[in-house]
């Protein structure tokens, strides 16, 4: 492969990641990848060459918001309350699977043992210490797991998609699973 041929590949790759994004904001995660190629002047077989799965490019698409939420699991993994660090980094998981559409989706892929699922593994990880701190201080069960936490999340956030104020809908259903069902005794 020559210079100019791996240039014209990486100005593809951006130009596809670019429709993608305003196309998976706009439509979710069943955005039409046809709809993607021909906006981005590619083939679909090129979108499939730099993607080739839906999963891969829903991750691609939300890695920004990825990376901001595990910086943000790192900012509050030494705070003071644990239960308080582990909630307000849930909430934040929440806000951002509700305002970037696709991203709920995409954590939502079981790993596969070929491409995995690198969403979920990240959030995974940078979710870990938060849940094991307020574990281990006796703020949430011992047999709760991040698997656990992101599915409810997403469960959360997919319910809520369709709302006609999905942000809000999703913080009540979240505030209404952290409080559980039984009145305060």
């Keep these: 492969m020559t210079e100019s041929q791996r240039a014209d590949a990486r100005r593809n790759h951006g130009r596809i990641l670019a429709v993608a994004e305003r196309e998976v904001a706009e439509h979710g995660a069943g955005a039409s990848l ?99 701190h307020a574990i281990a201080d006796g703020a949430v069960a011992a047999d709760v797991t991040v698997v656990e936490l992101v599915t409810l999340i997403v469960g959360i956030s997919m319910a809520t998609e369709q709302h006609r104020d999905p942000a809000a809908a999703a913080e009540r259903l979240f505030a209404v699973a952290v409080a559980g069902i039984s009145p305060g005794r």
Excluded: K, M
């Design 34 to 132: 046809e709809q993607i190629a021909r906006v981005a002047g590619v083939g679909s077989a090129t979108v499939r060459r730099h993607f080739p799965t839906r999963q891969a490019l829903l991750e691609a698409v939300s890695r920004q918001r990825v990376d901001a939420l595990c910086v943000r699991a790192g900012e509050l993994a030494g705070s003071g309350d644990s239960r308080d660090a582990l909630l307000t980094w849930l909430a934040d998981l929440v806000g951002y699977c509700v305002t970037a559409r696709g991203l709920a989706t995409a954590l939502s892929y079981e790993a596969d043992p070929v491409h995995g699922n690198s969403c979920a593994t990240v959030i995974g990880e940078a979710a870990e210490p938060l849940l094991r």
